[in-house]
């Protein structure tokens, strides 16, 4: 390679990166790893700020930060977006078969299908000139959609520059409209939604909304923070290239550089079609992205022209769709609770229905304005989604069943536990009960939250027990529960003197905890167990961290911003500095004391990050683990992270891993990793192809 011709060399770059890009996304295959892939890509963008005339619109440093868009402006599609008419049930599924296709192209003609996933996602339309994207588009209406050509750059599995399909016989298109669904998957959605709801922000009802909101922003630095991903389904337009079917196209758009959904078949035998949408529905809540139904297709090119369209639905083509997960039910009431925080969150009490095999009888209303924008009102029979595991949610009101007897319902101005007047920052969706100190539903939470198995580990104290003690008027804020005794729990039903002193013994014990256990436990907002761990190993006193300035807090590897600043305005209150010192007065240890023994340094020098539930430990003793062998755990994943350690049920950190190629081990693969060093590893597992969606 010549490094001196900066022309030769940056398109040298451009390769190498969309080559690691296409192993990654399409054929699960990383060719490099993350410290490699950052090196090409700091000496592309240095390369290019060196000579701006060598930047284009294709380079993969052009993904993120173009301009915002102050409108989006009108994009006429050159072919129609079709809508898919529906089949709700196998038999429907035949009459199309035998009224739609059979009868049109005439009896004994030959016909196979092509099933795909119908994810529910935005459909867009990507254009590319001569292999280089030029425009992408919503469909809108099907006739006109909006350009969000910049927003869909951002998405890292839609090439911006087509691949060379020598693989397939066919030549490069000179010009091609490639379709496709972009969507959001799942675990990525409730993480997405987690992080709305802790910075005060609307949260999205489910994830095809939230794919749309995500990729119709304003600005694309905003869609390029989303998790936003993209599959390949079909074709518009097309010149200099002959594709005469439908499964030759996923096998040609495979080629091009798109994620194409595995799951795709081609069958011959319709019965084969019926039998695979069996399978299908069967395997439905296991999918990690929301699918609403299967696609069928005729795979023949001409039959789907002689066949032709009836208004906006194409003959050729059926959408399978599944049994809704929601149902309708009636809306009993509508109740505030209040969270560790002061979060205000508004519940709906409904009357018992099962979805999806499960019985709901509460769901979510996000916030305030969720319910006003609806015009939800007790007494209304409203539609309720359950989606996967995600929280049931209220969808709306079903108008038409109106009584008139249902009255709205207006979000309190006051805490309905303390009575102190609500708050809701500017440009923030959450209400907030501003007594932090004194409001009696916060302090349940925040000791449910102190005495928990990842903060100070008490046994024997929950919810109920959280309830009574402050019910009781016995503890006023976390560190009173080191001065019960005895004589409170005298007469009290269901406390004999075993119980109560296992209790005690649990809490005397808890002041033994180390320093990070206590910082989890005081409840600081955005402060989990990574986060507690280094400012506890970086300060090393809970004296030394209530004196920290932001400056100081944020120049810890993995306290960013947000972090920092909550953790200066949690010890700027008086009420919590209280807290502290009655803690010290309890001997609870507030210094990190002796350092950790070390059992070895094999894993020196490496990154890791939990997800998941592990078979045969706690997400802290695996991190304890690694910390005793010389390694060290952060709460993201980013390409320094070196391994993604997944038990059962990963949240959006292995989505994130997929994302970066940044290698996974099950809890068996982390063992062997401290055994063997630097070898190989035996419970590395590859992750598999990135989803995609119809």
Request: charged fraction near 25%; charge should be negative; glycine fraction near 8%.
């Amino acid at each position: 390679m010549d490094h001196h011709d900066p022309v030769r060399r940056a398109a040298e770059l451009r390769a190498a990166i969309e080559e690691a890009n296409y192993r990654y996304y399409v054929l699960d295959a990383p060719n490099l790893s993350d410290a490699e892939y950052d090196a090409l890509m700091r000496e592309l963008r240095a390369l290019e700020a060196a000579h701006p005339e060598l930047i284009t619109p294709d380079s993969p440093t052009q993904r993120v930060g173009g301009e915002a868009s102050g409108l989006f402006a009108k994009v006429r599609h050159p072919q129609p977006m079709l809508s898919l008419g529906n089949a709700m049930n196998e038999a429907e599924l035949r009459e199309w078969r035998d009224t739609r296709v059979l009868k049109l192209l005439g009896p004994g003609v030959p016909v196979t299908y092509v099933v795909e996933p119908k994810i529910d996602g935005l459909a867009v339309a990507l254009t590319y000139r001569d292999g280089v994207l030029v425009q992408g588009a919503t469909r809108g209406d099907g006739e006109v959609g909006e350009d969000v050509t910049a927003n869909l750059r951002t998405v890292r599995d839609i090439p911006l520059r087509l691949r060379d399909p020598r693989e397939t016989g066919l030549p490069l298109a000179s010009l091609i409209e490639v379709r496709g669904e972009v969507y959001i998957r799942t675990a990525d959605f409730e993480a997405l939604n987690e992080r709305l709801a802790a910075a005060g922000e609307k949260t999205f009802a489910n994830p095809r909304n939230a794919a749309a909101g995500s990729l119709r922003q304003k600005d694309p630095a905003i869609s390029a923070a989303r998790p936003l991903r993209f599959f390949a389904y079909g074709v518009g337009p097309f010149e200099g290239v002959l594709l005469t079917s439908q499964w030759q196209t996923l096998h040609y758009l495979r080629a091009l550089g798109f994620p194409v959904n595995a799951d795709a078949r081609h069958f011959e035998d319709f019965e084969q079609v019926i039998a695979y949408c069996r399978e299908w529905m069967a395997r439905r809540d296991q999918l990690p992205y929301e699918a609403d139904g299967i696609v069928i297709k005729v795979d023949d090119f001409e039959q789907q022209r002689v066949l032709g369209a009836v208004q906006r639905e194409p003959r050729w083509a059926v959408a399978f769709k599944f049994p809704a997960r929601e149902a309708v039910t009636r809306l009993l009431n509508i109740t505030v609770n209040v969270g560790r925080t002061g979060v205000v969150t508004p519940n709906a009490e409904l009357e018992p229905v099962v979805i999806g095999g499960v019985t709901v009888r509460n769901a979510s209303l996000h916030n305030a304005d969720y319910i006003a924008e609806r015009d939800i009102r007790i007494g209304d029979y409203v539609i309720v989604q359950r989606a996967g595991d995600v929280i049931p949610y209220v969808v709306g009101p079903v108008l038409h069943l109106r009584t008139g007897a249902e009255r709205p319902w207006v979000f309190p101005t006051h805490c309905p536990a303390c009575g102190t007047p609500l708050e809701r920052q500017p440009g923030e969706a959450a209400w907030r009960c501003p007594n932090f100190g004194i409001c009696p539903a916060q302090l349940v939470r925040r000791v449910e939250h102190f005495v928990s198995r990842g903060a100070m580990d008490i046994a024997g104290i929950g919810e109920r027990q959280a309830e009574l003690f402050v019910t009781m008027g016995w503890i006023n804020d976390v560190a009173d529960l080191y001065s019960l005794t005895p004589e409170h729990f005298q007469g009290v039903e269901g406390y004999g003197p075993r119980r109560v002193a296992n209790l005690l013994r649990a809490i005397e014990e808890s002041k033994q905890q180390p320093l990070e256990r206590v910082i989890i436990g005081l409840g600081i907002r955005y402060v989990g167990s990574v986060a507690a761990a280094a400012l506890a190993a970086h300060f090393g006193s809970l004296d030394a961290i209530m004196a920290a300035s932001q400056e100081e807090l944020q120049a810890i590897d993995g306290i960013g911003p947000v972090v920092a600043t909550s953790v200066v305005d949690f010890f700027s209150r008086e009420e919590e500095r209280r807290v502290v010192e009655k803690l010290r007065a309890a001997g609870v240890r507030l210094s990190s004391g002796a350092p950790r023994p070390s059992a070895g340094a094999n894993l020196a020098g490496k990154t890791f990050v939990l997800t998941g539930t592990l078979p045969t430990m706690t997400r802290d003793q695996a991190s304890d683990l690694i910390i005793a062998h010389g390694g060290k755990v952060t709460d993201s994943v980013s390409k320094k992270t070196s391994y993604v350690v997944a038990g059962a049920n990963p949240g959006s950190k292995l989505a994130r891993a997929g994302e970066l190629g940044v290698p996974v081990l099950d809890e068996a693969g982390l063992l062997a990793l401290i055994g063997a060093g630097d070898g190989n590893i035996e419970g590395e597992r590859s992750l598999p192809p990135a989803p995609q969606t119809q």
